[in-house]
Antibody
Framework: EVQLLESGGVLVQPGGSLRLSCVASGFTFNNFAMSWVRQAPGKGLEWVSS????????YYTDSVKGRFTISRDNSNSTVFLQMNSLRAEDTAVYYC?????????????WGQGSLVTVSS | EIVMTQSPATLSVSPGERATLSCRTSQPVSTNYLAWYQQRPGQAPRLLFYATSTRATGVPPRFSGSGSGTEFTLSISSLQSEDFAVYYCQQYSTWPRTFGQGTKVEVK
Protein backbone atom coordinates (compact mmCIF):
# COMPACT_ATOMS: atom_id res chain seq x y z
CA GLU A 1 0.00 0.00 0.00
CA VAL A 2 1.38 3.40 -1.01
CA GLN A 3 1.76 5.78 1.91
CA LEU A 4 3.06 9.34 1.95
CA LEU A 5 3.60 11.06 5.29
CA GLU A 6 4.43 14.75 5.36
CA SER A 7 5.95 16.60 8.30
CA GLY A 8 7.54 19.94 9.12
CA GLY A 9 4.64 22.32 8.78
CA VAL A 10 4.57 25.03 11.46
CA LEU A 11 3.88 28.70 12.08
CA VAL A 12 6.76 30.80 10.72
CA GLN A 13 7.33 34.51 10.42
CA PRO A 14 7.48 36.28 7.05
CA GLY A 15 10.99 36.04 5.66
CA GLY A 16 11.64 32.83 7.56
CA SER A 17 12.61 29.36 6.37
CA LEU A 18 11.15 25.90 6.72
CA ARG A 19 11.84 22.42 5.40
CA LEU A 20 9.03 20.01 4.68
CA SER A 21 9.66 16.27 4.51
CA CYS A 22 7.63 13.47 3.00
CA VAL A 23 8.47 9.86 3.80
CA ALA A 24 7.19 7.35 1.27
CA SER A 25 6.52 3.65 1.54
CA GLY A 26 4.83 0.89 -0.40
CA PHE A 27 6.64 1.41 -3.73
CA THR A 28 10.15 1.55 -5.20
CA PHE A 29 10.79 5.20 -4.44
CA ASN A 30 13.55 6.01 -6.93
CA ASN A 31 11.42 4.79 -9.85
CA PHE A 32 8.88 7.58 -9.47
CA ALA A 33 8.81 11.35 -9.70
CA MET A 34 7.54 13.26 -6.67
CA SER A 35 5.85 16.63 -6.34
CA TRP A 36 4.51 19.19 -3.92
CA VAL A 37 1.06 20.68 -4.40
CA ARG A 38 -0.39 23.31 -2.07
CA GLN A 39 -3.84 24.50 -1.12
CA ALA A 40 -4.38 27.86 0.56
CA PRO A 41 -7.19 27.96 3.13
CA GLY A 42 -10.54 27.68 1.37
CA LYS A 43 -8.90 27.75 -2.07
CA GLY A 44 -8.08 25.35 -4.88
CA LEU A 45 -5.03 23.27 -5.67
CA GLU A 46 -1.79 24.82 -6.90
CA TRP A 47 1.17 22.82 -8.21
CA VAL A 48 4.42 23.99 -6.56
CA SER A 49 7.33 21.79 -7.62
CA SER A 50 8.28 18.41 -9.07
CA UNK A 51 11.37 16.25 -9.15
CA UNK A 52 12.20 13.31 -11.40
CA UNK A 53 12.91 9.90 -9.92
CA UNK A 54 16.66 10.27 -10.36
CA UNK A 55 16.59 13.75 -8.85
CA UNK A 56 18.17 15.20 -11.98
CA UNK A 57 15.24 17.24 -13.26
CA UNK A 58 13.48 19.84 -11.13
CA TYR A 59 10.50 22.04 -11.93
CA TYR A 60 8.99 25.00 -10.09
CA THR A 61 6.04 27.32 -10.39
CA ASP A 62 7.18 30.89 -11.05
CA SER A 63 6.09 32.27 -7.68
CA VAL A 64 8.51 30.03 -5.76
CA LYS A 65 11.50 29.99 -8.12
CA GLY A 66 14.63 31.11 -6.32
CA ARG A 67 12.96 30.65 -2.91
CA PHE A 68 12.00 26.95 -2.75
CA THR A 69 14.18 23.92 -3.47
CA ILE A 70 12.91 20.39 -3.98
CA SER A 71 15.22 17.45 -3.34
CA ARG A 72 15.08 13.77 -2.52
CA ASP A 73 16.98 11.13 -0.58
CA ASN A 74 16.31 7.90 -2.42
CA SER A 75 18.12 5.83 0.20
CA ASN A 76 15.55 6.94 2.78
CA SER A 77 12.53 7.25 0.45
CA THR A 78 12.10 10.89 1.37
CA VAL A 79 11.36 14.03 -0.61
CA PHE A 80 11.98 17.49 0.79
CA LEU A 81 10.84 21.03 0.11
CA GLN A 82 13.18 23.70 1.45
CA MET A 83 11.23 26.93 1.69
CA ASN A 84 13.10 30.23 2.15
CA SER A 85 12.01 33.89 2.19
CA LEU A 86 8.50 32.83 3.11
CA ARG A 87 5.60 35.15 2.42
CA ALA A 88 2.06 35.35 3.76
CA GLU A 89 0.79 34.05 0.41
CA ASP A 90 2.74 30.82 0.95
CA THR A 91 0.32 29.91 3.75
CA ALA A 92 -1.28 26.63 2.72
CA VAL A 93 -1.57 22.93 3.27
CA TYR A 94 1.31 21.35 1.39
CA TYR A 95 0.65 17.94 -0.10
CA CYS A 96 3.31 15.51 -1.16
CA UNK A 97 2.20 13.64 -4.29
CA UNK A 98 3.59 10.72 -6.24
CA UNK A 99 3.70 10.48 -10.04
CA UNK A 100 2.94 7.23 -11.91
CA UNK A 101 6.32 7.26 -13.68
CA UNK A 102 9.94 8.38 -13.35
CA UNK A 103 9.06 11.71 -14.95
CA UNK A 104 6.44 14.03 -13.44
CA UNK A 105 2.99 13.65 -14.97
CA UNK A 106 -0.20 13.60 -12.96
CA UNK A 107 -0.46 12.67 -9.28
CA UNK A 108 -1.68 9.18 -8.49
CA UNK A 109 -1.20 9.17 -4.70
CA TRP A 110 -1.30 12.01 -2.19
CA GLY A 111 -0.25 12.45 1.41
CA GLN A 112 -2.57 13.95 4.00
CA GLY A 113 -0.81 17.31 3.92
CA SER A 114 1.21 19.55 6.23
CA LEU A 115 0.00 23.02 7.19
CA VAL A 116 2.40 25.91 6.76
CA THR A 117 1.31 29.22 8.24
CA VAL A 118 3.34 32.35 7.48
CA SER A 119 2.37 35.12 9.86
CA SER A 120 3.88 37.57 12.30
CA GLU B 1 0.75 28.72 -19.11
CA ILE B 2 -2.43 26.76 -19.81
CA VAL B 3 -5.34 28.29 -17.91
CA MET B 4 -7.98 25.80 -16.77
CA THR B 5 -11.57 26.99 -16.38
CA GLN B 6 -14.11 24.76 -14.67
CA SER B 7 -17.85 25.25 -14.75
CA PRO B 8 -20.07 25.55 -12.97
CA ALA B 9 -18.40 26.64 -9.74
CA THR B 10 -21.14 24.89 -7.77
CA LEU B 11 -23.49 22.19 -8.98
CA SER B 12 -26.56 21.33 -6.90
CA VAL B 13 -27.77 17.81 -7.61
CA SER B 14 -30.13 15.37 -5.92
CA PRO B 15 -28.84 11.92 -4.97
CA GLY B 16 -29.40 9.50 -7.82
CA GLU B 17 -29.31 12.22 -10.47
CA ARG B 18 -26.64 12.75 -13.11
CA ALA B 19 -23.92 15.39 -12.80
CA THR B 20 -21.89 16.83 -15.66
CA LEU B 21 -18.80 18.95 -14.94
CA SER B 22 -16.91 20.95 -17.55
CA CYS B 23 -13.22 21.82 -17.85
CA ARG B 24 -11.99 24.15 -20.59
CA THR B 25 -8.34 24.86 -21.32
CA SER B 26 -6.86 28.04 -22.82
CA GLN B 27 -4.78 25.97 -25.26
CA PRO B 28 -5.23 22.46 -26.64
CA VAL B 29 -3.98 19.78 -24.27
CA SER B 30 -1.75 17.56 -26.34
CA THR B 31 -2.11 13.78 -26.10
CA ASN B 32 -5.18 14.43 -23.93
CA TYR B 33 -2.93 14.77 -20.90
CA LEU B 34 -5.75 15.72 -18.56
CA ALA B 35 -6.54 14.34 -15.10
CA TRP B 36 -9.47 14.67 -12.72
CA TYR B 37 -9.35 14.58 -8.92
CA GLN B 38 -11.97 14.36 -6.20
CA GLN B 39 -11.50 16.08 -2.85
CA ARG B 40 -13.86 15.36 0.00
CA PRO B 41 -14.00 17.78 2.96
CA GLY B 42 -10.94 17.50 5.17
CA GLN B 43 -9.27 14.96 2.90
CA ALA B 44 -6.45 14.93 0.40
CA PRO B 45 -7.31 14.86 -3.30
CA ARG B 46 -7.83 11.48 -4.92
CA LEU B 47 -7.06 10.67 -8.55
CA LEU B 48 -10.15 9.75 -10.57
CA PHE B 49 -8.98 9.86 -14.22
CA TYR B 50 -5.82 10.30 -16.23
CA ALA B 51 -5.35 10.62 -19.98
CA THR B 52 -8.83 12.17 -20.03
CA SER B 53 -10.84 8.97 -19.76
CA THR B 54 -8.78 6.25 -18.05
CA ARG B 55 -10.23 5.46 -14.63
CA ALA B 56 -7.80 5.20 -11.73
CA THR B 57 -7.83 2.06 -9.62
CA GLY B 58 -10.96 1.69 -7.56
CA VAL B 59 -12.99 4.41 -9.27
CA PRO B 60 -16.59 3.20 -9.77
CA PRO B 61 -17.95 2.90 -13.32
CA ARG B 62 -20.62 5.53 -12.64
CA PHE B 63 -17.78 8.03 -13.20
CA SER B 64 -16.73 8.75 -16.77
CA GLY B 65 -14.32 11.17 -18.40
CA SER B 66 -14.33 12.45 -21.96
CA GLY B 67 -13.18 15.24 -24.22
CA SER B 68 -10.28 16.42 -26.35
CA GLY B 69 -8.51 19.57 -27.42
CA THR B 70 -9.76 22.29 -25.10
CA GLU B 71 -13.05 20.80 -23.88
CA PHE B 72 -13.25 18.07 -21.26
CA THR B 73 -16.08 16.60 -19.20
CA LEU B 74 -16.45 14.56 -16.04
CA SER B 75 -19.79 12.82 -15.64
CA ILE B 76 -21.29 11.01 -12.70
CA SER B 77 -24.24 8.93 -13.81
CA SER B 78 -26.10 8.51 -10.49
CA LEU B 79 -24.81 10.51 -7.57
CA GLN B 80 -24.15 8.66 -4.35
CA SER B 81 -23.70 10.33 -0.95
CA GLU B 82 -19.93 9.86 -1.10
CA ASP B 83 -19.73 11.73 -4.44
CA PHE B 84 -20.62 15.10 -2.96
CA ALA B 85 -17.21 16.75 -3.03
CA VAL B 86 -15.05 19.20 -4.98
CA TYR B 87 -13.66 18.08 -8.33
CA TYR B 88 -10.56 19.47 -10.02
CA CYS B 89 -9.18 19.03 -13.51
CA GLN B 90 -5.43 19.28 -14.17
CA GLN B 91 -3.34 19.35 -17.32
CA TYR B 92 0.07 17.68 -17.48
CA SER B 93 0.85 18.49 -21.10
CA THR B 94 3.05 21.50 -20.37
CA TRP B 95 4.86 23.27 -17.55
CA PRO B 96 3.70 24.66 -15.27
CA ARG B 97 1.18 22.01 -14.30
CA THR B 98 -2.13 23.79 -13.77
CA PHE B 99 -5.41 22.99 -12.07
CA GLY B 100 -8.89 24.30 -12.58
CA GLN B 101 -10.43 26.23 -9.71
CA GLY B 102 -12.73 23.33 -8.87
CA THR B 103 -16.41 22.46 -9.09
CA LYS B 104 -18.25 21.78 -5.85
CA VAL B 105 -20.98 19.18 -6.18
CA GLU B 106 -23.48 19.72 -3.40
CA VAL B 107 -26.75 18.17 -2.32
CA LYS B 108 -29.79 19.85 -3.82
Amino acid sequence: EVQLLESGGVLVQPGGSLRLSCVASGFTFNNFAMSWVRQAPGKGLEWVSSLSGSGTNTYYTDSVKGRFTISRDNSNSTVFLQMNSLRAEDTAVYYCAKAPAILPLYFDFWGQGSLVTVSS
Amino acid sequence: EIVMTQSPATLSVSPGERATLSCRTSQPVSTNYLAWYQQRPGQAPRLLFYATSTRATGVPPRFSGSGSGTEFTLSISSLQSEDFAVYYCQQYSTWPRTFGQGTKVEVK
